[in-house]
């Protein structure tokens, strides 16, 4: 049985100060035993937090990594540094990473190998844009980019991968894919798992949507048979609003 897992992305918001508030307030509430909770803030939050969630069952993660263990990038952080903190996660190859910092997939799968490679378990982000799903080859690409993310990665790291499903229009917009093309999509990832992994790595892993996911849609989304948790922007930063999401 997948055990669904809620993550939320801070994304470039909150302080020090701010994220520790944030995190003291989302752990006042009751959290369902039964959905992992996960928490992506910025890097300089990230050994202040992990502080906060020792003793609970929330795990950290961190929104990007290198895929070498040091060297001349400057400005970048290394699987090395997130390990020793205690990141349990990383979100590897968002959109908005594509988007603005050049993302490819060729980096994607360098950074999915090396977060494996130091037990941290990549949190694989894939969609389309607005203009690919108009032409309808939103499936094609969808499908290529996680053949490409996953490329030379063992069968054996499958129970250690999630992948966000994200349409990109969706993103920020107050725009969600419909429930039913959530579903469709997670379901041609999960597909798209099976052929290349086999039936029990397709069974195995856990797929999310993520787009504008709010208190009021999740509940229609976690209903669908191929959709494992929510990756949770906005949402995410008003404590109240997160639990509602973790309690669907």
Known sequence: ?????????????????????????????DIKDKV???LAVPFTSLY??????DGTTIKLAAQNMHWEDKGAYTGEISPLMLKEIGVDYCIIGHSERRQYFNETDETVNKK?????????????????????REKNIHEDIVKD?????????DKSF?????IAYEPIWAIG?????????ANTMCGLIRKTIGHMYGENAKNTIRIQYGGSVKPEN???LMEKEEIDGALVGGASLIAEDFIRIVNY
């Open 48 to 53: 202040e937090v992990k502080k906060h969630l």
């Open 145 to 153: 980019q996680v053949i490409k993310a996953l490329e030379g990665i």
């Open 112 to 132: 999915i190998k090396a977060a494996l490679k130091h037990n941290i378990k990549p949190i694989v982000c894939v969609g389309e844009s607005l203009e690919e």
């Open 218 to 220: 999740i509940k229609e």
């Open 173 to 181: 917009t107050g725009k969600t894919a419909s429930s039913e093309d």
């Open 36 to 38: 992992e909770v996960v």
């Open 1 to 29: 049985m997948r055990i669904p897992i809620i993550a939320g992305n801070w994304k470039m918001n909150n302080t020090i100060s701010q994220s520790i508030d944030l995190v003291k307030n989302i752990k006042k509430e």
């Open 158 to 162: 499958i129970k250690d991968i999630v």
